[in-house]
Nanobody, 123 residues
Framework: QVQLQESGPGLVKSSQTLSLTCTVS??????????WSWIRQPPGKGLEWMGV???????YYSPSLKSRTSISRDTSKNQFSLQLTSVTPEDTAVYYC???????????????WGQGTQVTVSS
């Protein structure tokens, strides 16, 4: 079983950079494809996909966030990280890391989620 856990500061000042790390343990050798994703949920709103880094190190970002978002990985530590620059209170949300897995053509899902971490951006 793959397990993910977010870590990082829960309070960030406006205009600063939000930095979070997801630590991955366990895993699966049965998936055809997987990507390491960051997803967030602002208060009272739905989930917002932010971006992903895949097994080849390729990154993809939400068009609305790509100018401020960077996802990286450290394979030696089994970690991947999120940096979101120039934050405002609108970036206050619960931030999740999750694994997107393509197991078969008909079975595609986020098969593992972190518990989420609350990040508040102060004004």
């Amino acid at each position: 079983q793959v397990q993910l856990q977010e870590s990082g500061p829960g309070l960030v000042k406006s205009s600063q950079t939000l930095s979070l790390t997801c630590t991955v343990s366990g895993g699966s050798s049965t998936v055809r494809y997987y990507g390491w994703s960051w997803i967030r949920q602002p208060p009272g709103k739905g989930l917002e996909w932010m971006g992903v880094i895949n097994h080849d190190g390729q990154t993809y970002y939400s068009p609305s966030l790509k100018s401020r978002t960077s996802i990286s990985r450290d394979t030696s530590k089994n970690q991947f990280s999120l940096q979101l620059t120039s934050v405002t209170p609108e970036d206050t949300a619960v931030y999740y890391c999750a694994r997107w897995a393509v197991i078969t053509m008909a079975t595609r899902l986020y098969d593992s989620w972190g518990q989420g971490t609350q990040v508040t951006v102060s004004s």
